[in-house]
């Protein structure tokens, strides 16, 4: 009886193993793909720079882009990009901090900050409950 129990964790661990290992291969993968093929923000070449981007649908982004000195908003759809508008960088509003796009992060930054933000929630809820108390 005591081979089949030590079988069993064994099989238990190895499980474990197996889990994690796929999990980091699937990281891997999502980040390499999403650095290659992503339109993001804070993408930039030697004269071009994405300055933030917003996904109105799954294949329609509102973009900033600098392009040498000048910097503007252009439409993108998947067969199609369309000059908006010039726009004034001075009123741009810039992320404190060196804040990260959604785009920009990796897989683990986002399930942090995304914990992070259930953790804040949920301690403002037990706040609240103890005040009604």
């Known amino acids: 009886m005591n081979g089949s129990a030590a079988g069993r964790v064994i099989t238990v661990l190895f499980t474990i193993v197996l889990f994690a290992a796929i999990l980091y291969l699937a990281y891997l993968t ?28 799954p294949d329609k982004v509102l973009m900033i882009v600098k392009a040498g000195g000048k910097t ?9 990009m369309e000059y908006i508008c010039d ?8 992320p404190e901090n060196g804040a990260v796009s959604p785009f920009q992060q990796d897989l683990f930054g986002a399930f942090r900050n995304v914990l992070s933000e259930k953790m804040k929630n949920l301690k403002q809820k037990e706040n609240e409950n103890d005040k009604k108390e």
């Open 30 to 57: 999502t980040k390499y793909i999403g650095k290659k093929y992503s339109i993001s923000s804070g993408m930039s070449g030697k004269n071009l720079k994405i300055i933030d981007s917003l996904s109105l649908a």
């Open 72 to 80: 503007v908003l252009v439409g993108l759809s998947r067969e199609h």
């Open 87 to 94: 726009v004034d960088e001075n009123e741009l509003t810039i």
